[in-house]
């Protein structure tokens, strides 16, 4: 039977009628969907943040073993004539510094660590520790816990005095806070000299520690990679890796903190023309400062400081140095806009300045770090009537510090002149208050002018070991002079910066 025309038509509308419904109904989807997409998510409410007292740390401080010559292995097996070499009584060693709490308080124990942690010499103490050790050879950590809340003050000095021989000279390490990236600045390998770097492993665990080096024409081909059981330290040979006559180093770890030096020492053909042992720099940034320290009208003229300045970026950097005065701050003749090629280490005198105290600020439009080094000569000797005697002394770059510890070193040095710097714009009252043993003498206040550098005026008592500096942002030095039968020997060593850090951390619950 033929269906009529009528029922056809019925069923063709009702086909087109649920066609055009599901056309309609992913349109809309689609839509929704697309003003959705289009709709900015709602802004998280994140939970309010939880403070979490993690306690106060310990205070530890890494110091270097004595300079050695660079040929001696440690083994006992190499022998020296007397005039050459270390000479004839070998180089003197003290460990020196001050553990005390803050604001009248005790810090924790004290344990200070000779040579190997599983086999070298250890000592504890309490109350506020003097450290005078004599004959310290070998790398050796303090290590001070808290007390009361609040990580102990506290600062150290490795010293070495050799009047003879291949290391004559006046070396003075600070003790270092361990990292996990260490700039050093400083030293050379070309020939006649050495560059001995010691790595040390303070830590629990076992590290990984990576040595990049940095020359005047660029990064070195060769790095290599340190690995310190717990307590361990071990030494490269920098001139294994490069010959470069400037050298900046930089030390990465991996599993834990360590601390690093560089032992500089050179030869101007078979006279000593200087030892010193180099220390961290600040990182790169593009505001440093390296300073105070004084230059005599002697090193003015004839020998004038040198500045060091590494730019590890893989961009060219222009460079102002300023020289921060007694009388403020001037801009370096011929160093107003100096270009650094991308990975080079350049050196910069500092001819011209006057004598006085002196600070170096350096700004750049890349982050580099710097140090200075000074020269001070002294007397020709048999070995060589037309050469003099040289020591060199490195002073790296520091940040400007709230509060700090400055050591006074007293056997092996002669003469401690003490000296501050105020980089900022403004002017600061800078308190210097002379800890003795176990006590504290009455705090004196000094104004230091915006842009200066200059030397305490005020005698300290006889029995001070360190000061106590407070201030804003203060940098402040400590000269060191040894005076030996054929000149003045000379060290630098910078403020130790307190180590107390936030006691506190915010936690905020989220999903990673």
């Known amino acids: 039977m033929t269906p009529r025309p009528s029922d056809r038509m019925r069923r063709v509308l009702r086909t087109?009628?649920?066609?055009l419904t599901g056309v309609t109904v992913v349109l809309v989807t689609g839509a929704?969907?697309?003003?959705?997409?289009?709709?900015?998510?709602?802004?998280?409410?994140?939970?309010?943040?939880?403070?979490?007292?993690?306690?106060?740390?310990?205070l530890v401080l890494v110091c270097p073993d004595a300079p050695r010559v660079a040929t001696d292995d440690g083994a006992g097996d190499i022998e020296y004539d007397d005039e050459f070499g270390t000479g004839a009584q070998g180089p003197v060693t003290s460990l020196q510094g001050l553990i005390s709490g803050r604001d009248g308080a005790e810090p924790g124990p004290v344990r200070l660590t000779v040579g190997n942690q599983e086999s070298g010499e250890v000592r504890e103490q309490t109350g506020v520790v003097v450290v005078n050790e004599s004959g310290v050879e070998e790398p050796a950590v303090l290590d001070a816990e808290p007390e009361a809340g609040n990580t102990p003050l506290g600062a150290a000095t490795a010293l070495s005095r050799t009047d003879t021989g291949d290391l004559r000279g006046l070396s003075a390490a600070d003790c270092q806070v361990p990292t996990s990236t260490q700039w050093l600045v400083g030293g050379?390998?070309?020939?006649?000299?050495?560059?001995?770097?010691?790595?040390?492993?303070?830590?629990?665990?076992?590290?990984?520690?990576?040595?990049?080096?940095?020359?005047?024409?660029?990064?070195?081909?060769?790095?290599?990679?340190?690995?310190?059981?717990?307590?361990e330290s071990d030494s490269v040979l920098l001139e294994t890796l490069a010959l470069e006559e400037?050298?900046?180093?930089?030390?990465?770890?991996?599993?834990?903190?360590?601390?690093?030096?560089?032992?500089?020492?050179?030869?101007?053909?078979?006279?000593?023309?200087?030892?010193?042992?180099?220390?961290a720099t600040t990182d790169p940034a593009q505001a440093t400062v390296v300073g105070p320290f004084e230059v005599t009208e002697v090193e003015a003229q004839d020998h004038p400081p040198v500045v060091r300045v590494v730019n590890p970026s893989q961009d060219v950097a222009t460079i102002a140095v300023e020289v921060l005065t007694a009388d403020g701050s001037h801009a370096l003749a011929g160093a107003e806009e100096q270009v650094l090629e991308p990975g080079t280490v350049t050196d910069i005198s500092l001819s011209g300045v006057e004598p006085g105290p002196l600070a170096v600020r350096i700004d750049a439009d890349e982050p580099v770090t710097a140090a200075v080094q000074r020269s001070i000569v002294g007397q020709a000797g048999e070995l060589d009537p037309g050469r003099p005697v040289v020591d060199r002394a490195w002073l790296p770059a520091r940040d400007g510090a709230a509060r700090g510890i400055l050591p006074l070193p007293?056997?092996?040095v002669d003469e401690n002149r003490v000296l501050l710097a105020n980089p900022t714009?403004?002017?600061?009252?800078?308190?210097?208050?002379?800890?003795?043993?176990?006590?504290?003498?009455?705090?004196?206040?000094?104004?230091?002018?915006?842009?200066?550098?200059?030397?305490?005026?005020?005698e300290l008592p006889a029995d001070a070991l360190a000061v106590d500096v407070s201030g804003t942002?203060?940098?402040?030095?400590?000269?060191?002079?040894?005076?030996?039968?054929?000149?003045?020997?000379?060290?630098?060593?910078?403020?130790?910066?307190?180590?107390?850090?936030?006691?506190?951390?915010?936690?905020?619950p989220g999903r990673y």
Do not use: Y
């Open 16 to 19: 087109v009628i649920a066609a």
């Open 32 to 58: 929704v969907l697309t003003a959705g997409l289009l709709q900015p998510a709602p802004e998280p409410s994140p939970m309010p943040a939880r403070s979490v007292d993690i306690g106060a740390s310990g």
């Open 188 to 231: 050379t390998t070309e020939l006649g000299s050495s560059a001995r770097l010691l790595v040390t492993n303070p830590g629990q665990t076992p590290v990984s520690a990576t040595v990049e080096v940095w020359g005047g024409t660029g990064p070195a081909d060769e790095s290599t990679e340190v690995l310190l059981a717990p307590g």
């Open 246 to 279: 400037r050298l900046a180093v930089r030390v990465t770890s991996d599993g834990g903190q360590v601390a690093a030096a560089v032992q500089d020492s050179a030869l101007d053909g078979v006279v000593p023309a200087g030892t010193d042992v180099v220390t």
């Open 410 to 412: 007293g056997e092996l």
């Open 425 to 458: 714009a403004q002017a600061q009252q800078v308190e210097v208050q002379p800890i003795g043993g176990g006590t504290r003498a009455e705090a004196l206040t000094v104004d230091v002018a915006p842009h200066s550098a200059m030397v305490l005026s005020e």
């Open 473 to 508: 942002a203060v940098h402040a030095t400590t000269m060191a002079h040894a005076d030996a039968a054929d000149g003045t020997m000379l060290a630098m060593i910078p403020l130790t910066p307190d180590a107390q850090m936030a006691q506190q951390v915010q936690v905020r």
